[in-house]
């Protein structure tokens, strides 16, 4: 059984550097009309970043939205005409300093799709090497390096608490137990 | 250390029923001024829900943001005055039929903090009963029972693509694998 919602009419509220906003009225399967609020994203992408003293990277930025610093993988924007894989490539560099030629691709996923397209594409790595780092002009923030098991940890402790850095780690966790689909 | 970023000026763009959106100028570490485009959401929870059977309970459900069906655990925004746990349990009961009154709290994070402040609350329940399923107006859904080890393996597969079911899901596991903080 599947639904769907015809879009009658589409307005556009909002065209920024980051997101979109329009206002959709469709029609819902039993033919009444119903309004979505969509925010539009551009698809980003993560990455599971693992040094060969089996460490993870992560990095500590302030989220202005929450009003808190926090920890997450190295994540960004896909831009214009780049793959899904040289943007994780990239954002690994910029963000931690560290690149690599040998990235995985894992899954992709929507980060919230009741109201947002945002969806990201994430990647491993277990091959990095030291490269340099190159933030964007606004961007503020640091890399760390935490035992893998101690992510793992941090994230059954609530300390680690971005939705795309839980459902990434565990993830790759599932691939090192070699829970194979 | 500890970056912020302080808010210069606020400009609110919209307000609407699921989300707001406003534009925050803040002045960055360096004293530089910039954008942030914030998009706002009530907090929202969601529910890993698991049969005596030892299977989990999904809905499936169109998401127009993204054109398509996908698999999500029970999930939905906490009301006003409600406890994130008292919005867990209804949610589950509206969209699954299925009630409980043994609910655990798991953790909470961020669907996307880089640009909106939406926080979910995850809760598993172990124990649960039927009762009656009762949608929202605008709301088509179903709901299924999949055994727990095939949800795991869904994951894996990328068949399961909502970011907070993924982080849930695989949360829980950690649980059941005691995983100890």
């Given at each position: 059984?599947?639904?769907i919602?015809?879009?009658?009419?589409?307005?556009?509220?909002?065209?920024?550097?980051?997101?979109?906003?329009?206002?959709?009225?469709?029609?819902?399967?039993?033919?009444?009309?119903?309004?979505?609020?969509?925010?539009?994203?551009?698809?980003a992408?993560?990455?599971?970043?693992?040094?060969?003293?089996?460490?993870?990277?992560?990095?500590?930025?302030?989220?202005?939205?929450?009003?808190?610093?926090?920890?997450?993988?190295?994540?960004?924007?896909?831009?214009?005409?780049?793959?899904?894989?040289?943007?994780?490539?990239?954002?690994?560099?910029?963000?931690?300093?560290?690149?690599?030629?040998?990235?995985?691709?894992?899954?992709?996923?929507?980060?919230?799709?009741?109201?947002?397209?945002?969806?990201?594409?994430?990647?491993?790595?277990?091959?990095?090497?030291?490269?340099?780092?190159?933030?964007?002009?606004?961007?503020?923030?640091?890399?760390?390096?935490?035992?893998?098991?101690?992510?793992v940890?941090?994230?059954?402790?609530?300390?680690?608490?971005?939705?795309?850095?839980?459902?990434?780690?565990?993830?790759?966790?599932?691939?090192?137990?070699?829970?194979?689909?």
């Amino acid at each position: 059984m599947d639904y769907i919602e015809r879009t009658m009419k589409s307005d556009k509220i909002y065209d920024g550097k980051i997101v979109k906003l329009r206002i959709d009225t469709v029609e819902l399967p039993n033919k009444k009309y119903s309004k979505r609020e969509i925010v539009e994203h551009s698809p980003a992408v993560a990455i599971v970043a693992v040094t060969q003293e089996d460490e993870l990277l992560l990095v500590k930025q302030y989220r202005k939205p929450i009003e808190k610093m926090i920890y997450e993988i190295p994540a960004g924007m896909v831009e214009l005409k780049e793959k899904p894989k040289d943007a994780a490539v990239r954002e690994l560099r910029e963000e931690t300093g560290y690149t690599t030629d040998k990235i995985e691709y894992m899954t992709e996923f929507y980060t919230s799709p009741g109201f947002c397209d945002e969806k990201i594409h994430a990647f491993y790595t277990e091959d990095i090497e030291i490269d340099s780092q190159n933030l964007d002009e606004d961007e503020f923030l640091y890399c760390v390096k935490v035992p893998y098991d101690d992510v793992v940890k941090m994230i059954m402790r609530g300390e680690i608490t971005d939705a795309k850095t839980i459902a990434a780690v565990l993830f790759y966790d599932g691939i090192r137990r070699k829970i194979h689909a």
